[in-house]
């Protein structure tokens, strides 16, 4: 039998939109990253890209710009993303933050031991343990850190690596347990998040469809005609 790892490499991303990847294949900039990360927060990716491209084309990506423009300029630029009041408050600050420690550069932070960084990012107002995960792991290639977010959540519960209380840290070091060396760990968030899209919806999941399946217990469970827990 293949393992989780194995099965995940087969995964094509092929018409999935990551609104992180594109902008950091375009632009290089952390700090770029991070709006957009902000920005992806429960909403579509479309949705966090027509925000990003509106806030660069209004008021522009970086620390100084976005310091000094007026609060309601960036919510009205945001707006497509949904709440935009906090979106904006909160990228405001990070402007500020980023500024006033760091002189607008996050390289001379990103730089630093990955798990110093990481502590540093979650001492920052409006930087929760999942952005800091995904920024880290977009620009600090050792880093040992696979953010979850709602659909790997869902889906490591569906295949039983974890507990169905199990928590952000728990299902992460699980995660990372079982993919280090084997499969990059961004590659891998990456194709978690594409087979909980397209396969292991919250309803009426495409078990006999998706490529985890011969290592998933909810799938085998359905197959077997078991009640299997969600």
């Known amino acids: 039998m293949a393992s989780l790892a194995e099965l995940l490499a087969r995964v094509d991303l092929g018409g999935e939109r990551f609104v992180v990847s594109s902008i950091r294949r375009r632009r290089r900039d952390p700090f770029k990253v991070l709006v957009g990360i902000v920005l992806s927060q429960n909403t579509s ?12 084309e209004r008021v522009g990506v970086d620390p100084e710009r976005l310091a000094e423009a007026p609060l309601e300029v960036i919510e009205d630029a945001v707006r497509p993303a949904g709440l935009y009041k906090r979106r904006a408050w909160v990228i ?26 990481r502590k540093e990012l979650l001492g920052i107002p409006g930087i929760g343990v999942k952005t800091a995960d995904v920024l880290l792991a977009n620009f600090v290639s050792e880093a040992e850190v696979l953010a979850v977010d709602t659909h790997i959540n869902r889906v490591s519960k569906r295949l039983g690596i974890v507990g169905p209380r199990a928590g952000y840290e728990e299902i992460s070091s699980r995660l990372i347990e079982l993919l280090r060396g084997k499969i990059d760990l961004l590659e891998a968030h990456l194709k978690l998040i594409a087979v ?35």
């Open 92 to 117: 405001k600050n990070l402007a500020r933050v980023v500024l006033e420690r760091y002189g607008g550069d996050l390289w001379s932070l990103l730089r630093k031991p990955w798990r110093e960084a």
């Open 45 to 56: 990716d479309t949705n966090a890209i027509r925000a990003f491209r509106r806030l660069e």
């Open 196 to 230: 909980g899209r397209r396969y292991c919806k919250p309803r009426r999941p495409r078990c006999w469809e998706c490529p985890l399946r011969e290592v998933c217990s909810y799938a085998q469970a359905r197959a077997a005609g078991d009640d299997a827990p969600r």
